[in-house]
């Protein structure tokens, strides 16, 4: 059974860091594409960032671009997000997604907030 693990969120002030994580089980990832989005309140799920089963091909949303960072460690089954230069208009739950043939996993996401 495939299952997908958010952590690492949390309130932090406009213009701060946070580090999120998605831990990964039930089979290898290593082999696929990964997915980050996001789900402000009120509004729909939302893609933040994609990365390639080698880490060598990553995609944006315009909003994150220049300030979050998509990365996958294969070895360790995880994917991880680098936001920094947080705004309000970041605050969402943050989820991680994985669509293997015949499959879409989600987790249950981590909420971040961004507030002063």
């Known amino acids: 059974q495939v299952q997908l693990v958010e952590s690492g969120g949390g309130l932090v002030q406009p213009g701060g860091s946070l580090r999120l994580s998605c831990a990964g089980s039930?089979?290898?990832?290593?082999?696929?594409?990964m997915y980050w989005f996001r789900q402000a309140p009120g509004k729909e799920h939302v893609l933040v960032a994609r990365?390639?089963?080698?880490?060598?091909?990553?995609y944006y949303a315009d909003s994150v671009k220049g300030r979050f960072t998509i990365s996958r460690d294969n070895a360790k089954n995880t994917m991880y997000l680098q936001m920094n230069n947080l705004k309000s208009e970041d605050t969402a739950v943050y989820y991680c997604?994985?669509?293997?043939?015949?499959?879409?996993?989600w987790g249950k996401g981590t909420l971040v907030t961004v507030s002063s």
């Open positions: 997604n994985l669509q293997p043939f015949g499959g879409n996993y």
């Open positions: 990365i390639s089963w080698n880490g060598r091909s990553t």
């Open positions: 039930g089979r290898t990832f290593s082999d696929e594409v």
